[in-house]
Structure formats: structure tokens, C-alpha cells
């Protein structure tokens, strides 16, 4: 059983150190994994941020409404992920 102390300072590391997490998806487009992803974080409480290898896709502006950051690093092809 948890005694009064420890449930305070669970509650006060939580909001001191939130839990932060990156997601890294090759694209955004409609998909299996996508569309998982894109559930997956409207349940999530933690801060998210969706890193997208290609272009953003449609999912993206779904993401960004929802307050999540999305970065693309908008790769296209090998030359471009050499630059």
C-alpha cells in the first residue's frame, strides 16, 4: 500500500519531468502503420513529437491539429538524403 508521501511525490515528478518521446515514421501518407501511429496518439499523455523521413503527408495536418509537433526532413530520394 502506498503511503500519502510517495503518491505526492510520484504526482510532483510527473509534472517536473514530464515523459517525452520522438516518433520516426518514413512518411505520413495513409497507411498500416500511419494510421496507427496517429491513433496511438490521441490516447497518449505524454509530449510527442513525429519526426517524418519524407514529405509530410495528410496525416501530418491531423497530427498538428492535435497539438503535435511534426517535423519532415522532407527526403525524396538518395541524392537528397546526402545533401
Not at 505526492?8 to 497507411?31: F, W, Y
Not at 496507427?36 to 491531423?62: F, N
Amino acid at each position: 500500500m502506498r503511503s500519502d508521501l510517495e503518491a505526492k511525490a510520484e504526482r510532483t515528478c510527473e509534472i517536473q519531468n514530464p515523459i517525452r518521446v520522438m516518433h520516426l515514421i518514413t512518411s505520413l501518407d495513409i497507411g498500416g502503420a500511419e494510421v496507427m501511429l496517429t491513433r496511438l496518439l490521441q490516447e497518449s499523455g505524454t509530449q510527442t513529437c513525429v519526426v517524418c523521413v519524407k514529405p509530410a503527408g495528410i496525416l501530418a495536418q491531423r497530427l498538428e491539429q492535435q497539438g503535435i509537433q511534426v517535423i519532415s526532413l522532407e527526403v525524396t530520394g538518395v541524392d537528397s538524403a546526402v545533401k
